[in-house]
Structures are given as C-alpha cells and as structure tokens.
C-alpha cells in the first residue's frame, strides 16, 4: 500500500490569486473585481519572479472548494513536491538546485456532492470562461509569468548546466479545463477575450507542461475545443491526464451533461488518436522510460491507485489523487523540461 501526502499544514511559501464567479480576478481580502484595464499592474504588485528561482508552478483546484479548503489544498501539494524532491532528488538528475515558486488560483467550486451540484458547477467552469473572463485573467497570469521569468534556452546550443525559469500548470477536474482553455488561447482566444484585446494582439507565452489530475471534459475534447492547444499552443512539452475507472463523477455524472459520454478522467483522452498514448502510473520510486512521456497527449492509468471513496463518496475517487505517485509525475515531467544535453554533456 502506498503512503499518502502528509497534509502540509505550515506551509505557506505561495501567492494565492482569487477568481470570482465572472472570471475575475479580485482584490485580496475583498470581492471587488480587478479591472480588466488594471490586470497587468495587478499581477505585478502581486507575483515577483525571484532570480533565483528555478521553476514556476501555477495550480488550479477543482470542484467541492471554498476559500480555506483551496488555500489547504494548495498548500498540502507544494509542500509535497518540495518534500518529495528533498527526499529523492537522485531520481531526477536535471534537477539539481531546483528552487520553486508556486501559484494557487482560487475560484468558487463547493455545491453538493450529487450529479445535479457536479452539473452546477460544470456550467459555472464552462461560462466562466466562455460567458465571462476567466480565460482572459489566466492568460494574463501566464503571460505575465512568461514575460517575468528568464525563458530557457530550448534546442542543440543549450550546453551543460541548467538556465532559465520553466514553467508548469497543474489542474485538477475544472480546474485542469481552466488552464486547457486559458493555454489554448494564445493563439485563438474565445469572444469574451477578444473583445478585451487590441486589435491583432494575442497572448504570447510558452508552458512547459500540463498536468491535469481526473479531468472534466470530453474524451475528444483535444480534437475540437482544445484542438489550438496542440496545433499552434505554447506548450512545449506534454498535456499528462490522470484516469480512474473509479471516478464516478467523471464515469457516470459527467455522461448527464455531455450527451451520454464518460470523460477524460475516467478512460483518458481518445482524439487526436495519432498524438495520445497511454502508460500507467508508476510508483513514487520507479522510474518512468522517457518515451512514455513524449507524447503530446499522456493518458495515466491510476485506476489501480485512485480508488478511494469508489463505494463510500457519492463522486468515488474523483479527488483521490493525493499520493506520493502523483507528485513522482510531477516532477519527473519536470525533470524531463530540461534539454536532454543540458547535464548529460
């Protein structure tokens, strides 16, 4: 049996930035909205990229969160990838003189634990950003983050020592889409957005990784919604997408919303089927062959994992992802962001 995360009470070395139900960012400690005019200055007074940081992770929780439970849910996953790195940083050789800084997005997620609070609150996600202006407020995050952190140098010349800032998204259920459709909106924003930008203007940005823990949304939904994602998105490396066959709320509530289909994080992701692999997930102590994660699209097996609550919670193991396993993932992608001949020589 695997060891669980611990809780990561104490930790608190991260910006937590708030969405309101429209999309908005708003003001710490208050509901008032930022003005879509101010967001760059907002975002400046609230995120400094230190020099020394060697990279950037920005986390969007999912479904069943108020404030308190999201900053806790934050905090207990930087606390477990600092953790786990600390404890075996051998098996990520690229990674020597990792420094992180971390970024929560908190948006409103609780209803009830029911196929009517799990609909509720996929129609709040889905016109947050396609009725309001969440997808223009994460782009500007990672956009601002892009513009602040020292790019890393990608390609042949990169030699011997690791430089530059990466940059990496991790979501979970709606939150994961968050971050899909804010990433999927350099190149083609939705209306919301492209009547806030300039005439010709585009977000520009690159993402080294995607990371979503059981995800809310169609199995081909990177074949048509997310499809910018992969054809002209900034991401330079993997969309990874955890799956359990445990997960009601994406096996069998998500088939009442989206015309009778289960959804990624219960089988993965099927479409484009020429870029999807699928691999299992492995132990937090074996190490995971580099070809199983090239793929634009990674499908994860954790069904033999994610399993907890499948007979006693009304969703299953739709939130059953907090393991050791899933932060050995995290940072193996993370290793796998450096240029292969960056340590190698």
Known sequence: MTDHLPSGEGFNRFTVLDLD???NFVFPDSVTPVPQDEVSDFLRGQLIVPKNVTDIFVWVHGWQHVRESAYKTAARLFAAIES???EQSKMYQHLEGFRAMYVAIRWPSKSAHSPRGY?????????MTTHGYAEFALSHLLGYLDEERERPKRGPDTLMAASGQYLHCIGHSFGGRFLAEAIAAAPAPQPPTLRLLHRNERFEYTIDNLVVFQ???RRTVFADQFKDLLDTGPLQGPVCLTFSRADRANCSWHRFTESGACAV???GATKPSDRVRTTLLRSSNDTYKEYELS?????IDASWLYRKGRFTRPEGAHSDFWYRESIHLILTLVDYARPLNETDG
Do not use: E
């Not at 609909?119 to 016109?127: P, V």
């Open 21 to 23: 139900r429209t999309g």
């Open 215 to 217: 995800m809310a949304a």
């Open 119 to 127: 609909f509720r609150i996929r129609n709040r996600a889905h016109g």
């Open 265 to 267: 994080g219960c089988r």
């Open 84 to 86: 786990l790195y600390t």
């Open 295 to 299: 793929y634009p699209i990674v499908n």
